[in-house]
């Protein structure tokens, strides 16, 4: 197994873990870790191919890896600010009782 | 390159990011996650991308694990009293659907063509990417900007006190 | 990336002693060995000097608040240190019942080692550096993100209401006060060209006419090792932006619930930051290793290192003992409408002396740094009279319980 399939497979593998993450857990905050987690895996792809498979535009592996951790952050802070602001209103991180759009 | 090390580091990082997302208590959660993103960190290193490796720590472990913790503390969620209410039906469906996503990729990318090709490795210097970033990405970099801009904003009203920004409102 | 050093260079010697040490292994190991010899010596070197810091700050906070300081143990209380260590050693290790055991034997190791690693990118003479790095600034950032973990670990896993209080504000005041830190750097990458300590500290080893070419001794430099100073005081929790750990206010803030060695190793880390961030800002600003003067470097460049390390450790304790505490929140809009306003125009004047330095008619020096220091300080003045306390001294308003 040549180290681009290896790196590929570890991709893959922390995606899968991050999806189950999102669609078993409850609170909300453990469903953005793995969030987070698919991010980072997506990441992981694009450094493995930029390393592994050199093409015509030399650094726009690792540039779109910085603008997607950037993004990450950003969508993380966001998230956390709803998680919070929906703690207040509900009174819990379970999303499962969040389901009235109402307040 | 390719050595029992990367090998090593690449099951822990999986290992990590399975036990956290396994975790009763979501700050036991997070702090188990922190080790895998370390993890990563040092796959990058391995693969020769050093900047991006320090820039996951520092944004991955300085930013978003600070801000999740200061959320769990915000929402009083140590004692993870929220997860009792779980059926078990559901988690198996979501178990399996995450293994069925799991392996489509692992069946794509086992059957692929992919080989590496043995051409020089181009080495990531901060200049390199410092003039990439300038000079051919600075739309996006440009735009970036602007989304984080409007994300501190969001996330400053968002997460305010409802009290005081009606306190704000009064002359 | 090294080059090669004379005989009659000090440091040469330093370099081939380990060099000599290594060869003694085989060829497989010696990376390794290489790796544990340069840890060691740092650790150490860092260590000694974390047990002569303590007994300077006692007898300096003791001068400044005019009593003697510790002097019952050896000459003049310079056995101290010493003595500190074998009662911090032999305390009894009190961990809460109702604590998180995991997290909380863990939290002062996450604090520490991340500290030491940063000890790794600085260079500390005109050949050592223990692992000069491309990006060496951004390891020494990223590094110095885990602290503000482990200040989270240790006041959440104690269960105790003023450990929690203390984490808050320790994270609240790290995080905020990271971003003029970071911003103030910006400037001196920007006219270095480099993020390599090793390259800005090359740079700065220049003599123009017998002027050395530090940083410190322009407008934008002045003005961010001074925003980088005060940030970095700040990081490190030192007074006057001790809040976290004010022993009048919230007993011992996240350290509350250690006892014996896992204090001292906090203790330590706390010290080890301070250390760090100081040489951050010898290497940044004034000059790393290089000399005043050009007639000056006969004396090793280790030598000026530990020196201007010194130095600033001084200041440090000097302000530790003049300076009252901050609250919180005046410490919080310090940072944010302050220092970081600063830090960006920094950059921007920065920038203007860059494309002012082919100025060359008769007055050019006095009017770059005329207009260096005015959008420095003109912006300054503004800011802190924006920071005034708006109420004025009235009457005082007692209100009661209902």
């Given at each position: 197994?040549?180290?681009?399939?290896?790196?590929?497979?570890?991709?893959g593998a922390l995606f899968g873990i991050g999806l189950a993450a999102i669609l078993v857990r409850r609170n909300a905050i453990m469903a953005l870790l793995g969030l987070e987690l698919m991010l980072n895996a997506g990441s992981l792809n694009f450094i493995a191919f930029w390393r592994f498979r050199p093409d015509a535009e030399p650094m726009g592996g690792v540039v779109f890896v910085l603008f997607a951790l950037a993004i990450a952050a950003a969508e993380a802070a966001v998230g956390l600010a709803l998680i919070v602001a929906i703690y207040r209103h509900f009174h819990s991180t379970n999303l499962d009782e969040m389901d009235r759009l109402k307040g | 390159m390719q050595s029992d090390f990367f090998t090593l580091v690449c099951w822990g990082v999986m290992a990590a990011a399975a036990i956290a997302m396994m975790m009763r208590r979501p700050v036991h959660a997070v702090l188990v996650f922190v080790v895998s993103l370390v993890g990563l960190a040092v796959i990058y290193l391995q693969l020769r991308a050093e900047f991006v490796a320090f820039a996951q720590i520092l944004?991955?472990?300085?930013?978003?694990?600070i801000l999740v913790v200061f959320t769990l503390l915000l929402t009083r969620n140590g004692g993870a009293e929220a997860e009792l209410k779980r059926t078990a039906g559901s988690a198996i469906v979501g178990l399996a659907m995450a293994g069925l996503v799991m392996g489509c990729i692992g069946i794509c990318v086992?059957?692929?063509?992919?080989?590496e090709t043995s051409g020089a490795v181009t080495p990531a210097t901060v200049r390199q990417i410092g003039e990439a970033l300038m000079t051919q990405y600075i739309l996006p970099l440009e735009v970036l900007g602007l989304l984080l801009t409007a994300a501190l904003m969001g996330a400053v009203i968002l997460a305010m006190d409802p009290a005081r920004r009606h306190n704000e409102r009064k002359p | 990336m090294q080059t090669i050093l004379a005989v009659t260079d000090p440091e040469f010697w330093i370099v081939?002693?380990?060099?000599?040490?290594?060869?003694?292994?085989?060829p497989a190991w010696r990376p390794w060995i290489q790796a544990l010899l340069q840890a060691a010596a740092l650790v150490g070197g860092f260590a000694t000097l974390f047990a002569v810091t303590t007994i300077l700050e006692r007898k300096g906070l003791g001068r400044i608040q005019n009593r003697p300081?510790?002097?019952?143990?050896?000459?003049?209380?310079?056995?101290?240190?010493?003595?500190?260590?074998?009662?911090?050693?032999?305390k009894e290790d009190i961990v809460p019942a109702r604590a998180d055991k995991i997290v909380h034997f863990l939290a002062p190791i996450v604090m520490l080692a991340p500290v030491t690693l940063a000890f790794a990118v600085i260079p500390y003479g005109r050949e050592m550096t223990p692992m000069p790095l491309d990006a060496g600034l951004l390891f020494f950032f990223a590094v110095g993100a885990g602290s503000e973990l482990a200040a989270f670990m240790a006041g959440w896993s104690s269960r105790n209401k003023y450990s929690l209080l203390g984490a808050i504000r320790a994270i609240a005041q790290m995080i905020s006060f990271e971003l003029p830190l970071v911003l103030s750097t910006v400037a001196v990458v920007m006219m270095a060209g480099s993020l390599s300590l090793v390259e800005i500290a090359r740079r700065q080893a220049e003599y123009v006419s017998f002027v050395p070419q530090w940083h410190i001794l322009t407008p934008w430099g002045l003005a961010g090792f001074l925003t980088f100073f005060t940030a970095a005081l700040a990081e490190s929790n030192r007074s006057p932006f001790d809040l976290p750990e004010g022993e009048s206010?919230?007993?011992?803030?996240?350290?509350?619930?250690?006892?014996?060695?896992k204090y001292a190793i906090f203790f330590m880390a706390e010290y080890f930051g301070m250390f760090a961030v100081s040489s951050l800002a010898v290497v940044l600003f004034l000059g790393a290793w290089s000399a005043p003067l050009p007639g000056l470097q006969f004396i090793p460049s280790y030598v000026w290192f530990g020196?201007?390390?010194?130095?600033?450790?001084?200041?440090?304790?000097?302000l530790r003992g003049t300076l009252p505490r901050l609250r919180a929140d005046q410490l919080m809009s310090f940072c944010w409408k302050l220092l970081l306003p600063m830090a960006l125009i920094?950059?921007?004047?920065a920038a203007g002396w860059h494309y002012s330095r082919d100025w060359s008619f008769p007055a050019a020096w006095g009017c770059r740094w005329f207009l260096g220091l005015a959008g420095v300080g003109l912006p300054f003045m503004g800011l802190a009279w924006g920071l005034r306390r708006r109420r004025g001294w009235g009457p005082r308003v007692y209100r009661y319980a209902e």
């Open positions: 197994m040549n180290p681009l399939t290896q790196c590929l497979l570890v991709s | 944004i991955s472990v300085g930013a978003v694990a086992l059957a692929s063509s992919a080989v | 081939n002693l380990g060099a000599w040490l290594t060869g003694w292994f085989e300081g510790p002097n019952r143990v050896g000459p003049f209380g310079l056995l101290q240190p010493a003595a500190d260590g074998i009662k911090m050693l032999t206010e919230i007993i011992g803030g996240f350290m509350t619930e250690y006892s014996g060695f020196i201007k390390l010194m130095g600033l450790l001084f200041v440090f304790i000097w920094n950059i921007g004047v």
